[in-house]
């Protein structure tokens, strides 16, 4: 190896070591192959940030969950890519989540890194959008895709067949490379309720909630299996798991085929409203609970509402609940002018440092020094 090459690995790997003091965090080594292998690195439909502006923040926005870690933009779509850390999370294989900036919520896009390259090359063969191969041309791009592949060992044989050619061919490609993709379980799940087949739908929507636990969407669609077969009990059940949920990490009705005759509106919202309307079905310990007043008996919505149940339920210890009511506030007032967005951020950083949750703490702080887009 040549000087000059053993220089620039070097600079690649202080870069990288500036990424991971602004995050807190080990990389996977996956992630640090690809900076190291590919400078910059470039694989539709994401378009990765430099290391350098990573470590200075691209990407974070005011309001952002502090667990959300953005470390490139989806080509025309007006999002971004990221790491979702919780405390949960197994060291260095963090799930990567899609961030609709137009929607303001966030939803799976691959169980880890790895699987999220095979996400890439599945969905830019997929993709037809005339600027990508315009820009950067078919031939290119194919071969920057089987290179990447064969740098990371990934599936060949099941990228590089023929391009799917339907969304749920897509879907049915992208399970056989990462099986726990949430997103796609969700979606398959709903071409088999389409069909008439609900017990098999049950056990894609299943798979989903139990490969992403944080993701209210899969709760959501096995509640919509049971109220559809009137059985008020079960849909209740899952509603309230919803409802368990953050405000970012629950979409639209309309990301899903549900039918012509479903509600169109916010996943949350939706499912708010069946527990109003089914409450006979509730459980003494679900009407008891704090949450089950702030969602059905208040208004979901209101900033306010969340930052007062955040503060009951941290005066009760639940750091927990705390922590979820605190961001399901900040996320409803961070665009809204006057101070509660900037008391909500103190209360986090606070919660973060008493329980030792650095990161958190690190980047909640970082956030809340941030331009505010005020609508």
Not at 125 to 146: F, K
Not at 290 to 307: G, M, S, T
Not at 313 to 334: I, P, Q, V
Request: net charge negative; proline share 6%.
């Amino acid at each position: 190896m040549s000087q000059s090459q053993n220089s620039n690995i070097k600079q690649v790997e202080d870069k990288l070591r500036a990424v991971e003091q602004f995050w807190q965090v080990r990389l996977p080594s996956a992630f640090r192959k690809l900076y190291t292998d590919y400078a910059p690195p470039f694989l539709a439909p994401c378009e990765f940030h430099s290391l350098e502006s990573i470590a200075t923040g691209e990407g974070r926005e005011f309001g952002m969950l502090p667990q959300y870690l953005p470390f490139g933009r989806a080509m025309g779509d007006g999002g971004s890519y990221g790491f979702y850390i919780t405390p949960d999370s197994a060291p260095g294989r963090w799930p990567v989540l899609y961030w609709d900036e137009d929607e303001m919520f966030l939803r799976p896009a691959a169980t880890d890194f790895e699987a999220f390259l095979s996400y890439c090359i599945l969905s830019a063969r997929y993709e037809t959008e005339e600027q990508w191969s315009a820009e950067h041309g078919d031939r290119e791009e194919e071969d920057r895709q089987r290179e990447i592949a064969r740098c990371f060992g990934l599936n060949a044989e099941a990228l590089f067949g023929s391009p799917p050619r339907s969304d749920s061919e897509l879907y049915e490609r992208l399970i056989a490379v990462d099986p726990q993709n949430a997103t796609s379980l969700c979606h398959i799940g709903c071409l088999y309720r389409a069909r008439g087949d609900g017990e098999r739908a049950l056990d894609f929507f299943h798979r989903a909630s139990e490969s992403a636990p944080w993701f209210g969407d899969a709760c959501y669609l096995v509640a919509d299996i049971y109220r559809e077969r009137r059985n008020s009990e079960r849909a209740v059940v899952g509603w309230w798991e919803v409802a368990q949920r953050l405000l970012p990490l629950c979409t639209r009705t309309w990301q899903w085929d549900l039918g012509a005759d479903h509600p169109e509106a916010d996943v949350y919202e939706v499912a708010a409203d069946g527990l109003m309307q089914h409450d006979k079905s509730a459980t003494p310990e679900m009407k008891s609970n704090p949450l089950w007043r702030a969602v059905v008996n208040e208004d979901p919505y209101d900033p306010d509402v969340r930052e007062a149940l955040g503060n009951a339920l941290l005066k009760k210890n639940d750091l927990a609940g705390a922590e979820r009511e605190f961001l399901n506030a900040l996320s409803l007032c961070s665009t809204e002018k006057g101070k509660q967005p900037v008391r909500l951020y103190s209360g986090l950083i606070e919660l973060y440092e008493s329980t030792n949750r650095s990161r958190d703490a690190a980047l909640a702080a970082y956030d809340s020094k941030l331009p505010r887009s005020i609508l």
